[in-house]
Structure formats: C-alpha cells, structure tokens
C-alpha cells in the first residue's frame, strides 16, 4: 500500500502565501506522477496540478502563475507553493500519486488532506 500525508495547511490572509508538504510511502516513487487535488466548500474535486516522473508540470487555470509544484524523489516529497491566495483557494487539498500521459493525469492513491482557509 501507498500512503501519502499531507501538511502546511492553514489560515491564510488574501494575498499570502503557504506551503504545502506530502511525503510519500513506495519504493518506486521516481517513476510516478503526483499532483494535487482540491475540494473546497460546496464544490466538486478538481485537479490543481500535477507533475510528471520526468518532471513537466501542469496547471488549473485558475492558479496558473500563483501556485507552484515539484518534487524530491531523494526525500518522497511532494511540495505546493501557492502565492498570492484568493479566497476561492479555500479548500481541503490532496496529495495523489497517479499516472499520466501528456496533459491526463489519474491518480490512483490519495492522502488524507490538509485545509487551506483564505479569508480577511
């Protein structure tokens, strides 16, 4: 089994900034994508970004120049840099490890979240 743990989640003013963390379990974590995953209150899950095994990255619309993602396969560790938080950021975001092919991405382990609160 995969397991995946989340952390920097917070409260976070307009404009700030946080950090988020995953550290993955898996002895073959190179070889998978991993992205991060959504959901705030009242609405569906959604992809934020993910990136790949070779390392290409890609993004929602709607954080595209505000968030950033990468990894360190030496660590297990998966990492979001969300600058400039809108209140529309507000949601639980997910770790996932998953496939993918160009600009498809299917996760297929999830962890368990951590909450980003945007509010003045």
């Known amino acids: 089994q995969v397991h995946l743990q989340e952390s920097g989640g917070g409260l976070a003013r307009p404009g700030e900034s946080l950090r988020l963390s995953c550290v993955a379990s898996?002895?073959?974590?190179?070889?998978?994508?991993l992205g991060w995953h959504r959901q705030g209150p009242g609405k569906q899950r959604e992809l934020v970004a993910f990136?790949?095994?070779?390392?290409?990255?890609t993004y929602a619309d709607s954080v595209k120049g505000r968030f950033a993602i990468s990894r360190d396969n030496t660590k297990n560790t998966l990492h979001l840099q969300m600058n400039n938080l809108k209140s529309e950021d507000t949601a639980v975001y997910y770790c996932?490890?998953?496939?993918?092919?160009?600009?498809?991405?299917?996760?297929?382990?999830w962890g368990q979240g951590t909450q980003v609160t945007v509010f003045s």
């Open positions: 898996g002895e073959f974590f190179s070889v998978y994508s």
């Open positions: 990136i790949s095994s070779e390392g290409f990255t």
């Open positions: 996932t490890r998953g496939t993918s092919n160009g600009p498809r991405y299917s996760p297929d382990y």
